[in-house]
Protein backbone atom coordinates (compact mmCIF):
# COMPACT_ATOMS: atom_id res chain seq x y z
CA UNK A 1 0.00 0.00 0.00
CA UNK A 2 1.68 3.54 -1.02
CA UNK A 3 2.01 5.98 1.55
CA UNK A 4 -0.70 8.00 0.45
CA UNK A 5 -3.30 5.76 0.71
CA UNK A 6 -2.47 4.70 4.48
CA UNK A 7 -2.01 8.38 5.54
CA UNK A 8 -5.78 9.01 3.59
CA UNK A 9 -7.04 5.71 5.74
CA UNK A 10 -5.76 6.62 9.26
CA UNK A 11 -7.58 10.00 9.01
CA UNK A 12 -10.97 8.70 8.00
CA UNK A 13 -10.56 5.92 10.76
CA UNK A 14 -9.98 8.45 13.41
CA UNK A 15 -12.44 10.68 12.19
CA UNK A 16 -14.63 7.69 12.50
CA UNK A 17 -13.68 6.95 16.06
CA UNK A 18 -14.86 10.03 16.61
CA UNK A 19 -18.07 9.85 15.02
CA UNK A 20 -20.48 9.61 17.99
CA UNK A 21 -23.51 8.99 16.04
CA UNK A 22 -21.57 6.43 13.48
CA UNK A 23 -20.52 4.37 16.95
CA UNK A 24 -23.70 4.88 18.66
CA UNK A 25 -25.38 3.21 15.53
CA UNK A 26 -22.61 0.53 15.39
CA UNK A 27 -23.32 -0.43 18.85
CA UNK A 28 -27.12 -0.88 18.41
CA UNK A 29 -26.48 -2.52 15.39
CA UNK A 30 -24.07 -5.34 17.30
CA UNK A 31 -27.27 -5.33 19.88
CA UNK A 32 -29.94 -5.59 18.12
CA UNK A 33 -28.35 -8.25 15.45
CA UNK A 34 -27.19 -10.68 18.73
CA UNK A 35 -31.06 -11.32 18.75
CA UNK A 36 -30.17 -13.41 15.85
CA UNK A 37 -27.25 -15.12 17.69
CA UNK A 38 -25.36 -13.14 14.09
CA UNK A 39 -22.00 -14.37 15.49
CA UNK A 40 -22.69 -17.85 14.90
CA UNK A 41 -23.88 -17.85 11.46
CA UNK A 42 -20.31 -17.91 9.87
CA UNK A 43 -17.22 -20.53 9.47
CA UNK A 44 -14.17 -20.59 8.41
CA UNK A 45 -12.69 -23.39 5.79
CA UNK A 46 -16.08 -25.80 7.21
CA UNK A 47 -16.20 -24.96 10.94
CA UNK A 48 -18.24 -22.63 12.55
CA UNK A 49 -15.97 -19.97 13.78
CA UNK A 50 -18.88 -18.02 15.77
CA UNK A 51 -16.60 -14.95 15.67
CA UNK A 52 -18.15 -11.49 13.69
CA UNK A 53 -16.85 -11.23 10.72
CA UNK A 54 -15.03 -7.79 11.48
CA UNK A 55 -12.98 -9.45 14.44
CA UNK A 56 -11.94 -12.15 12.02
CA UNK A 57 -10.19 -9.24 10.14
CA UNK A 58 -9.25 -7.79 12.96
CA UNK A 59 -7.58 -10.94 14.32
CA UNK A 60 -5.87 -11.76 11.01
CA UNK A 61 -4.39 -7.93 10.71
CA UNK A 62 -2.91 -8.63 14.09
CA UNK A 63 -1.60 -12.22 13.47
CA UNK A 64 0.24 -10.78 9.82
CA UNK A 65 1.66 -7.73 11.80
CA UNK A 66 3.60 -10.08 14.47
CA UNK A 67 3.84 -13.47 12.78
CA UNK A 68 3.72 -15.30 16.04
CA UNK A 69 5.49 -18.65 16.51
CA UNK A 70 2.79 -19.70 18.71
CA UNK A 71 -1.04 -18.73 19.39
CA UNK A 72 -2.95 -19.58 22.92
CA UNK A 73 -5.97 -19.61 22.52
CA UNK A 74 -8.62 -20.67 25.28
CA UNK A 75 -11.99 -21.65 24.63
CA UNK A 76 -12.46 -23.84 21.09
CA UNK A 77 -15.90 -24.48 20.80
CA UNK A 78 -16.33 -26.05 17.41
CA UNK A 79 -13.18 -25.11 16.29
CA UNK A 80 -13.39 -22.65 14.01
CA UNK A 81 -11.24 -20.17 15.61
CA UNK A 82 -8.46 -22.79 15.82
CA UNK A 83 -8.86 -23.74 11.97
CA UNK A 84 -9.06 -20.02 11.12
CA UNK A 85 -5.82 -19.48 13.20
CA UNK A 86 -3.57 -22.64 11.76
CA UNK A 87 -4.82 -21.16 8.41
CA UNK A 88 -3.15 -17.96 8.64
CA UNK A 89 -0.16 -19.63 10.38
CA UNK A 90 0.17 -21.90 7.40
CA UNK A 91 -0.15 -19.26 4.83
CA UNK A 92 2.36 -16.91 6.95
CA UNK A 93 4.90 -20.51 6.86
CA UNK A 94 5.48 -20.85 10.67
CA UNK A 95 3.84 -21.00 13.48
CA UNK A 96 1.62 -23.39 15.48
CA UNK A 97 -1.81 -23.20 17.95
CA UNK A 98 -2.53 -24.15 21.37
CA UNK A 99 -6.31 -24.74 21.87
CA UNK A 100 -7.35 -25.19 25.85
CA UNK A 101 -11.07 -26.53 26.20
CA UNK A 102 -12.86 -27.80 29.16
CA UNK A 103 -15.60 -29.07 27.38
CA UNK A 104 -14.59 -30.28 24.25
CA UNK A 105 -17.71 -32.09 22.45
CA UNK A 106 -15.92 -35.66 20.86
CA UNK A 107 -18.05 -34.55 17.38
CA UNK A 108 -16.27 -31.01 17.75
CA UNK A 109 -12.81 -33.03 18.35
CA UNK A 110 -13.03 -35.30 15.75
CA UNK A 111 -14.16 -32.73 12.82
CA UNK A 112 -11.23 -30.90 13.94
CA UNK A 113 -8.49 -33.66 13.85
CA UNK A 114 -9.51 -34.33 10.46
CA UNK A 115 -9.64 -31.14 8.67
CA UNK A 116 -6.19 -30.33 7.08
CA UNK A 117 -4.88 -27.57 9.58
CA UNK A 118 -4.66 -30.02 12.47
CA UNK A 119 -1.31 -30.47 11.90
CA UNK A 120 -0.67 -26.85 13.25
CA UNK A 121 -3.30 -27.56 16.00
CA UNK A 122 -2.28 -29.10 19.39
CA UNK A 123 -5.56 -29.29 21.95
CA UNK A 124 -5.38 -29.60 26.08
CA UNK A 125 -8.80 -30.33 27.84
CA UNK A 126 -9.54 -28.41 31.09
CA UNK A 127 -9.93 -25.48 32.82
CA UNK A 128 -7.54 -22.74 31.51
CA UNK A 129 -6.95 -21.49 35.07
CA UNK A 130 -5.66 -25.77 36.06
CA UNK A 131 -2.80 -25.78 37.55
CA UNK A 132 -1.73 -28.74 36.17
CA UNK A 133 -3.32 -27.64 32.69
CA UNK A 134 -1.22 -24.64 32.57
CA UNK A 135 1.89 -26.06 33.55
CA UNK A 136 1.49 -28.26 30.43
CA UNK A 137 0.67 -24.95 28.57
CA UNK A 138 3.99 -23.11 30.02
CA UNK A 139 5.83 -26.53 28.99
CA UNK A 140 4.45 -26.09 25.36
CA UNK A 141 5.32 -22.29 25.24
CA UNK A 142 8.84 -22.13 26.54
CA UNK A 143 10.31 -22.61 23.37
CA UNK A 144 8.40 -19.69 21.23
CA UNK A 145 9.87 -16.30 20.62
CA UNK A 146 6.39 -14.42 19.64
CA UNK A 147 3.41 -15.58 21.21
CA UNK A 148 -0.40 -14.30 20.69
CA UNK A 149 -3.16 -14.76 23.24
CA UNK A 150 -6.66 -15.23 23.06
CA UNK A 151 -8.58 -15.64 25.97
CA UNK A 152 -12.62 -16.57 24.68
CA UNK A 153 -13.20 -19.31 27.60
CA UNK A 154 -15.60 -18.41 30.74
CA UNK A 155 -16.61 -14.61 30.13
CA UNK A 156 -16.97 -14.25 33.89
CA UNK A 157 -14.42 -11.07 35.71
CA UNK A 158 -13.01 -13.55 37.94
CA UNK A 159 -12.38 -16.49 35.49
CA UNK A 160 -10.69 -13.38 32.84
CA UNK A 161 -8.35 -12.05 35.54
CA UNK A 162 -6.82 -14.97 36.32
CA UNK A 163 -6.36 -16.04 33.13
CA UNK A 164 -5.00 -12.60 32.26
CA UNK A 165 -2.40 -12.70 35.20
CA UNK A 166 -1.85 -16.18 33.91
CA UNK A 167 -1.64 -15.82 30.33
CA UNK A 168 0.22 -12.42 30.29
CA UNK A 169 3.70 -13.85 31.15
CA UNK A 170 3.53 -15.63 27.80
CA UNK A 171 3.35 -12.52 25.73
CA UNK A 172 6.38 -9.98 25.12
CA UNK A 173 6.89 -6.48 23.69
CA UNK A 174 4.88 -5.73 20.59
CA UNK A 175 2.78 -8.62 20.60
CA UNK A 176 -0.71 -8.90 22.10
CA UNK A 177 -3.71 -10.51 24.80
CA UNK A 178 -7.21 -10.32 22.66
CA UNK A 179 -9.82 -10.63 25.08
CA UNK A 180 -13.12 -11.68 23.51
CA UNK A 181 -16.55 -10.78 24.46
CA UNK A 182 -15.85 -7.68 25.89
CA UNK A 183 -19.37 -6.30 24.35
CA UNK A 184 -20.91 -8.05 27.37
CA UNK A 185 -20.41 -4.83 29.83
CA UNK A 186 -22.02 -2.24 27.04
CA UNK A 187 -25.18 -4.33 26.63
CA UNK A 188 -28.48 -2.75 28.33
CA UNK A 189 -28.97 -4.38 32.02
CA UNK A 190 -30.60 -7.61 32.37
CA UNK A 191 -30.94 -8.23 28.25
CA UNK A 192 -29.33 -11.94 28.54
CA UNK A 193 -31.46 -12.99 31.02
CA UNK A 194 -34.41 -11.56 28.35
CA UNK A 195 -32.99 -13.16 26.06
CA UNK A 196 -33.17 -16.54 27.52
CA UNK A 197 -29.74 -16.42 28.38
CA UNK A 198 -28.92 -17.86 31.62
CA UNK A 199 -25.51 -16.44 32.17
CA UNK A 200 -23.63 -14.77 35.34
CA UNK A 201 -22.42 -11.82 32.88
CA UNK A 202 -23.64 -7.73 33.65
CA UNK A 203 -22.07 -4.71 34.06
CA UNK A 204 -20.02 -5.57 36.87
CA UNK A 205 -18.95 -9.30 35.91
CA UNK A 206 -17.39 -9.43 32.05
CA UNK A 207 -14.68 -9.32 30.34
CA UNK A 208 -14.20 -6.14 30.19
CA UNK A 209 -14.32 -5.24 33.63
CA UNK A 210 -11.66 -7.75 33.60
CA UNK A 211 -9.73 -5.97 31.88
CA UNK A 212 -9.83 -2.79 33.49
CA UNK A 213 -8.71 -4.12 36.79
CA UNK A 214 -5.87 -6.25 35.19
CA UNK A 215 -4.38 -2.88 33.38
CA UNK A 216 -4.77 -1.37 37.06
CA UNK A 217 -2.23 -4.00 38.20
CA UNK A 218 0.08 -4.29 35.08
CA UNK A 219 1.68 -1.89 33.53
CA UNK A 220 3.34 -4.15 30.64
CA UNK A 221 -0.25 -3.83 28.95
CA UNK A 222 -2.43 -1.30 27.04
CA UNK A 223 -5.47 -1.28 25.53
CA UNK A 224 -5.17 -0.74 21.13
CA UNK A 225 -7.42 1.38 20.22
CA UNK A 226 -6.34 1.36 16.65
CA UNK A 227 -7.91 -2.11 15.76
CA UNK A 228 -11.17 -1.08 17.52
CA UNK A 229 -11.89 2.07 15.71
CA UNK A 230 -11.11 0.68 12.60
CA UNK A 231 -13.52 -1.97 12.98
CA UNK A 232 -16.33 -0.24 14.95
CA UNK A 233 -18.59 -3.26 14.81
CA UNK A 234 -16.11 -5.79 17.59
CA UNK A 235 -17.14 -8.35 20.57
CA UNK A 236 -13.67 -7.09 21.68
CA UNK A 237 -13.63 -3.06 22.62
CA UNK A 238 -10.89 -2.39 25.19
CA UNK A 239 -10.20 -5.85 24.48
CA UNK A 240 -7.17 -5.43 22.28
CA UNK A 241 -3.86 -5.54 24.40
CA UNK A 242 -0.52 -4.45 23.02
CA UNK A 243 2.70 -5.69 25.21
CA UNK A 244 4.47 -2.56 25.62
CA UNK A 245 7.41 -3.64 27.41
CA UNK A 246 9.12 -6.97 28.73
Known amino acids: MTDSFNIRNKKLIKKMSEDKSLKKLSKKWFIDSNRYEYGKHFSWLG ?5 FPQDIIGFQEVIWK ?3 DLIIETGVARGGSLIF ?7 IGKGNVLGVEIELRRHNENAIKKHPM ?6 LKGSS ?4 IFEKVKEIAKNNKKILVILDSDHTKNHVLKELNLYSQFVSKDNY ?3 CDTIIHDFPKNWFY ?8 NKSNNPKTAVWKFLKQNNRFKIDKSIENKLLVTT ?8 IKN
Open 129 to 132: TDPK
Open 118 to 123: YKRIKI
Open 177 to 179: IIV
Open 194 to 201: SHGINRPW
Open 236 to 243: SPDGFLKC
Open 85 to 91: LASILEL
Open 66 to 68: IKP
Open 47 to 51: RPIIQ
